[in-house]
Each structure stands twice: as C-alpha cells, then as structure tokens.
C-alpha cells in the first residue's frame, strides 16, 4: 500500500499513470472523508476509477457509483464433485443454461417467468420503481438475463473437486437508464449552481436536496434489483445442472455480493456515504467473491477487515486493454488454446475477454494479501457469456 497526497491510500502495484491521475482528481473533491482507497485491481473508468472505494460526507457522485447499479456475483457450493462430471458431455450444460438464462439484454423474454414473478412484485412494491417503469418500462422482461461483456455464468471445481455455480451480472439495462438520469441531474446541478469540476463525470448531488433523495431512492430498487436478477439466475442454472446430471441439487453455502453500489457506513468516527465502484466489502470475516478472467482461477474469499482500505478489497482481475484493442491484439486460436478443457461459446465476440485483456488474477490476490484471505479457489469448466 502507498500513500498519494494524503488523500490516496493504493493498493495497485499494477497501475497506469492516467488512472492514477483520476483517483488523484475524485480525491481531491471537498467531501470526501478521509481518503479514497485504490483497490489492486484499479483501471481508467467514467469519472471516478474502477476499483475504487470513496467516503463521501453530504454528496454522492453517481459516476462514482457506476451505469450497473448493484453489479455483483453470486455463488453456490453444491452437494456434487468433479466424479459427478466425469463422462458427461459439459458442452450439452453449456446449451442448457444458454438457453434458459436470456444473455441479452432479455429481449427473447416474451413474459414473466412464474420463478421470476415474486421477485418481479417485491420491485413494483419498493419506493423508485416509478421512475424505472418511466425508463424501461420492460424491466420485468429483464430479470433473470445475463447480459454481455464481462458477465457470465460458470461451473466451475474448488480445491476439494466440489461443484460450485458462480455467476456475475447487475441490473440490466434498466439500471443503466437510471445511473444516466441521475449523472445527468448532477451535472446539471453542478452547471446551475457554477461548480468548477475537474471532470464533468465527477458532478454530485447534495444530501438534503429532492435530487439526492431522488437518486438514493431509484440507487437502492437497482441495487435491489441487481440482487434478485442474481437470484432468478441462480435458480435457473442449479435447476439446470439438476437436470443435466438427473439428480435434485443441494445449495450447501451460499455467497452473494454487489460490487458497483452506494450505502451508509462509518469509517474513521464519521457517518459517510460510502460508494464501491469495482471493490466489495471485506470487513473482518465477512465472505465476498473476486472472479478471474475466462480461463482464469476465481477465489471466494473472507474480509480481513483492513481500515485503512475501507473495509474493502478488489472485485476481480481489472482491465489492462481496453475491448478495442485487445480484439486487435489477441487472436482466437490463442483464446481456444487458453480454454482448452472448458465449455464456452467457442466465438470471436469473446476476444475483448481475453484472460490477458485483464491483470494477472495472481498479482492483484497478491496485492490483497492484507485486505482478504483465500477461503476457496475456483476453476471454471463450463463458462457461459453473451456476445
């Protein structure tokens, strides 16, 4: 860990110069108290860093949240092992879950599913979901759907050979619709009121002020949503890993976390805002999920609960490439050879996740040696994504 300006505290030995000068500009805003911690696996993002970690005391900044409010994983160990796999053909689980998790935006959706019906009448119950019926008025469509990009849906063996489901999505695009309205709130806020930012993605909006609340409410029903769009999924893989293998699956532990997400926490004496964009919560014994990239190990993990960071850690391995140029950079051939041994999509739309498009998972669980400690290792066998 070092110390940048007294008002950085960074855990990233891998880190880019322009990165570090956006942590540099979202510390030095006035609100934030008492430092922004940069997490091991810290990139260039919209207005404040991924991978970043910001106290603020009477403002949020939405950018600072991120577009997929409440973004997360979720896992489950099963009863099943490695020996439950053998002679089985996983490329058939591979089409199953395919097909029954949407992984689009959940277009193919023609109605709600009856397994997705309860958690679809918890958000129409819940304050903000007026104003996401204003912008996506088939969010009910959404819930139970993948998406694209770095999400996915995994297989995958532990250390001990036990069979685990792990998944990561958010909320859908109905959670990027709002974080856009409210982004836009702010830097009109801001423009109004002449505010000199250091980048217009960094406008916040102030606690006490119907735009914060506003915000807050629509914040908490994605956050939400994220959750129970993981939860329809999860079901829907473990019902079709049951039926793959003939047999009723047993959830023997379950681990779920939001890694792009606001709450209220204290830290160093004071009440704050706290905004994890990229970074889970690691408080002393509490379990989280840090994912690899596509052929890469994955690790559940327990909090150590360093102060200093926040009580965080990282939420994965962190871009090194951008998706443009890693798909001039790295050829198919080279991502078949890195997958070999694992059923995929076996398509050129995944070149952008090319395990060295990220830092090397290895490194950045280095770099957290002092914020978590390694309960499980996962290696995925059936990896599932949308192109």
């Not at 970043?52 to 160990?77: E, N």
């Amino acid at each position: 860990m070092e110390t940048i300006n007294g008002r950085l505290l960074n855990w990233a030995s891998i880190l880019e110069e322009n990165t570090r000068e956006q942590a540099e500009r979202t510390a030095s805003m006035p609100f934030v108290f008492p430092h922004v911690a940069l997490m091991p696996d810290a990139h260039l993002g919209r207005g404040a860093t991924v991978g970043s970690v910001l106290p603020t005391d009477g403002a949020i900044i939405p950018a600072a949240v991120g577009v997929d409010i409440g973004c997360g994983m979720a896992a489950v160990r099963t009863q099943l092992t490695a020996a439950d796999l053998i002679g089985q053909d996983l490329a058939v689980l591979h089409e199953q879950i395919s097909r029954s998790v949407p992984l689009s935006a959940g277009r193919q959706n023609k109605t709600v599913r009856e397994t997705a019906a309860p958690r679809v009448a918890e958000l129409r119950a819940m304050a903000g979901v007026d104003q996401a019926d204003a912008v996506a008025r088939h969010w009910p469509l959404q819930l139970g759907s993948l998406g694209s990009g770095n999400h996915f849906i995994e297989v995958s063996l532990d250390e001990q050979n036990r069979v685990w489901a792990f998944l990561h999505s958010g909320s859908r695009g109905v959670g990027n619709k709002l974080a856009a309205r409210h982004i836009a709130v702010a830097q009109e806020q801001c423009r109004r009121r002449f505010i000199d930012l250091p980048d217009r993605d960094l406008a916040y909006l102030v606690e006490g002020e119907p735009e914060f609340d506003a915000y807050l409410e629509a914040l908490f029903w994605a956050q939400r949503f994220a959750f129970l769009n993981r939860d329809e999924m999860m079901d829907r893989v473990l019902d079709q890993l049951g039926r793959f293998l003939g047999v009723d699956v047993v959830r023997e532990e379950s681990v779920g976390c939001h890694h792009n997400y606001t709450a209220p926490e204290r830290h160093f004496g004071r009440e704050v805002w706290l905004s994890r964009k990229g970074a889970i919560s690691a408080r002393e014994g509490e379990l989280g999920l840090i994912p690899g990239s596509m052929g890469a190990a994955s690790y559940v993990v327990t909090g150590l609960g360093n102060v200093r960071a926040l009580h965080s850690s990282p939420h994965g391995a962190g871009r090194s490439h951008s998706r443009s140029a890693a798909r001039k950079l790295f050829d198919r051939a080279d991502l078949d050879q890195r997958m070999a041994g694992v059923a995929w999509g076996h398509s050129d739309a995944f070149l952008d996740e090319h395990p060295d498009a990220y830092k090397p998972i290895d490194q950045v669980m280095a770099d957290a040696a002092d914020l978590v400690e390694v309960r499980h290792t996962l290696r995925q066998v059936v990896n599932v994504k949308g192109d």
